[in-house]
């Protein structure tokens, strides 16, 4: 099977800690987001590919993410808005769909050590920025491609009615973010299996990989 990939390098391996609640058109304005990616090499085929898998890395990290079916990778709409990986539905776009997924990440630093204090932090921020009813809830733990753990926490009660879940993967040195942003709960709940399908596709390529110990004999 031919794998068509985006590989990607993080310049800024440093996100913000508020999640992006806020409508597509209001994302660079509401929150300054210390994340920005830049491309290894030049790309001869489009920006968006169908299902399509991508490669982030930077300073001692490297992971790779696939689209979930039906869902278009594009490196080049948000790229304005410091995001230069996202996914929308196919028959929409990053500007008009109701639901979007996007990936950040941030390092480890004095005051962000593991993701239960990046949660923390983040609902601190929202407060601070204006949305004093927001809140968040732990949902659930997801395995990813390479035995890694994702811990999903939904945020909800922002200023601009978003619905948003994260999952958050602890690497080494660093918290890995993928999001799943809605504008009604309705869909919100209707892109969840597509959201779980990109967070267990997760893989970290700077991990050694798995060697099984107790391998299947040959048959005689």
């Not at 769909?97 to 004095?110: C, M, P, Q």
């Not at 602890?170 to 967070?199: C, M, P, W, Y």
């Amino acid at each position: 099977m031919i794998r068509f990939a985006k590989t990607l390098d993080a310049c800024c391996s440093d996100a913000r800690t508020e999640p992006i609640l806020s409508r597509r058109k209001s994302y660079a304005s509401a929150f300054f987001i210390l994340f920005c990616l830049s491309f290894l090499i030049p790309l001869a085929h489009a920006e968006k590919i169908l299902e399509g898998y991508t490669v982030v890395k930077g300073k001692d990290f490297a992971f790779e993410l696939k689209a979930p079916r039906g869902w278009v990778l594009d490196n080049e709409i948000a790229r304005h808005q410091g995001l230069n990986v996202v996914f929308y539905p196919t028959g929409t776009d990053w500007g008009s769909s109701k639901a979007v997924f996007y990936v950040r990440l941030r390092t480890n630093d004095t005051t962000v050590r593991n993701i239960e204090e990046q949660v923390a932090d983040t609902l601190t921020n929202l407060h601070n920025t204006g949305s004093l009813n927001a809140k968040v809830d732990f949902v659930k733990t997801l395995t990813t491609q390479d035995a890694s753990k994702a811990k999903v926490y939904n945020y909800s009660g922002d200023k601009y009615s978003n619905f948003e879940a994260t999952a958050y993967i602890q690497a080494k040195g660093s918290i890995h973010f993928i999001t799943l942003s809605a504008r009604d709960e309705a869909t919100f709940k209707q892109a969840q299996n597509a959201f779980e399908a990109l967070v267990t596709s997760y893989e970290d390529l700077t991990k050694a990989p798995t060697i099984d110990l107790n391998p299947p004999k040959d048959r005689e």
